[in-house]
């Protein structure tokens, strides 16, 4: 079965630090999908991408997250100043297109001290 | 504003017997509806689908039920099994050409040997 694959599956790092994860789509798939998960507020859409290019980031708080995809296999999320509370499961999804279902990567737990 | 809502955070059924997980929503835009598997540790799986044409939808031991006029889904699962013990989210998008999803915040099916 084709999946998503994120990478690293658990960072910890300290406040300050700059955090960048990864996600590979399923091949084929034209659409990914950021998203978030905490006790508070379960799983909440940060960005998402067509055909690489970047629709919707608005759930992101810009000041320190950026979104990007370099290429149809890579996408990426970075943290630059990361804080405790951007502390939580960032999965990665993609899918084929409208009225698809989303399929969902195993997600990078992060910490940050 | 949680435009999804599933009310019930936990529910334990016996083995065998029928697991009803029920899931409300508020955008009347919404048309097309999932719902997702979640183990400890791992990303949502996809279990199935309805569009907002229909009312039914049958996958072998999953049917999922969707009531426009109530705003409403559930997912039934027959007979239940304890490989079933998961995490289940409902999930709603609107047809924009985006595609987001917006998610519930789980329910906590355990099914008892």
């Known amino acids: 079965d084709a999946r998503v694959t994120q990478t690293p599956r658990h960072k910890v790092t300290e406040m300050g630090q700059e955090v960048t994860m990864r996600c590979q789509p399923i091949l084929g798939h034209n659409t990914v999908f950021w998203y978030r998960q905490t006790m508070m507020q379960g799983l909440e859409l940060l960005a998402y991408?067509?055909?690489?290019?970047?629709?919707?980031d608005s759930g992101m708080p810009k000041d320190r997250f950026s979104a990007e995809m370099p290429d149809a296999t890579l996408a990426t999320l970075k943290i630059q100043p990361s804080e405790p509370r951007d502390s939580a499961v960032y999965f990665c999804a993609s899918d084929s297109g409208i009225n698809q279902p989303q399929h969902f990567g195993d997600g990078t737990r992060l910490s940050i001290l | 504003d949680q435009q999804v809502k599933q009310n019930s955070p936990s529910l334990s059924v016996q083995e065998g017997r029928i697991s009803i997980l029920n899931c409300d929503y508020t955008?009347?835009?919404?048309?097309?509806f999932l719902w997702y598997k979640k183990y400890p540790a791992e990303g949502p799986t996809f279990l199935i689908s309805i569009s907002s044409i229909k009312d039914k939808n049958e996958d072998g031991r999953f049917t999922v039920f969707l009531n426009k006029s109530a705003k409403h889904l559930s997912l039934h699962i027959v007979p239940s099994q304890p490989g079933d013990s998961a995490v289940y989210f409902c999930a709603a998008s609107v047809k924009t050409g985006a595609n987001n999803l917006f998610f519930g915040t789980g329910t906590r099916l355990t099914v008892i040997p």
């Open positions: 955008n009347s835009m919404f048309d097309y």
């Open positions: 991408f067509r055909n690489r290019a970047p629709l919707d």
